[in-house]
């Protein structure tokens, strides 16, 4: 099984992507991972996990504040499991570092009785726009970073087929525990909301932004997209307006561009 989490696409190219090789078997004939769980859909339906005792967990997700996201670890707490999975990995997508993801996502677990045996980290191009000084990454760039992690695709493979042990591509960057433990709570307390989102006269009412937002937060009223304060700031509505409407405070389309991971095959 697979669980993932995703906003703009990233982590979910990954976690199908794992699931279509992992699921083809391994040399011992055994599939180790076929099975793909959306976290928000599982929530809402109030899903519980079961896991016969040679079962692997994989979990997928991109990193959010310099650690894993909140919604991930509130499913990851409060989740009902039937059994125990005997081997668990982890995949973050990442912008440019990860801080601690690893360290709070071991500890989460832990708690549950599971321990984290392999934990990858892929570097995906940026999405998060919502301050000054963040933007997303070049064209040349995001194609380089998504090459970079692709390349080493088969490998992250072969070690959980392998159920391998460790930490593998780590980008935890420089002050790694100042930004997970003390801005990370300054993020979610101040900086995510919703409310600073709002339309231009460029939206056609299409309500992509509705069916997109994977915590269906968003409403459309008078044809028109209403935030409703659950907002994680994934900005899958922002990056995927077809008509640029949508703008954050004075953030806009016109100014910071789009992104949502697009397949090239």
Not at 2 to 27: K, P, T
Request: aromatic share 10%.
């Amino acid at each position: 099984m697979i669980l993932w989490y995703s906003g703009c696409g990233n982590s979910l190219f990954v976690a199908e992507s794992l699931a279509g090789q992992l699921g083809q078997g391994s040399e011992t004939g055994q599939s180790v991972g076929d099975t793909l769980l959306s976290v928000t859909q599982a929530a809402r339906d109030h899903i519980s996990l079961s896991f016969r005792t040679d079962s692997v967990l994989g979990i997928v997700f991109p990193v959010y504040a310099w650690s894993v996201p909140n919604l991930v670890l509130d499913f990851l707490r409060q989740v009902q499991m039937d059994g125990r999975p005997q081997y668990v990995y982890a995949v973050c997508t990442c912008g440019d570092n990860t801080g601690c993801t690893e360290q709070v996502l071991r500890r989460t677990l832990k708690k549950r009785g599971l321990t984290l045996h392999a934990f990858f980290t892929f570097r995906m191009p940026n999405t998060y726009i919502n301050l000054p000084g963040f933007k997303l990454d070049s064209p040349s760039l995001a194609q380089s970073k998504i090459r970079e992690s692709m390349d080493r695709f088969q490998e992250t493979v072969s070690l959980i087929r392998n159920r391998a042990a460790g930490s593998y591509f780590a980008v935890r960057g420089t002050g790694a525990f100042w930004k997970t433990y003390i801005l990370k709570p300054l993020f979610y307390a101040l900086l995510i909301t919703d409310r600073k989102f709002h339309v231009n006269e460029n939206c056609s009412s299409c309500g992509l932004c509705a069916r997109m937002c994977p915590l269906q937060n968003i409403s459309m009223q008078n044809g028109r997209p209403h935030w409703n304060g659950h907002c994680t700031n994934c900005n899958s509505c922002y990056h995927r307006c077809p008509h640029q409407a949508i703008s954050f405070g004075r953030i806009s389309c016109d100014t910071t561009g789009q992104y949502c991971f697009k397949r090239t095959e």
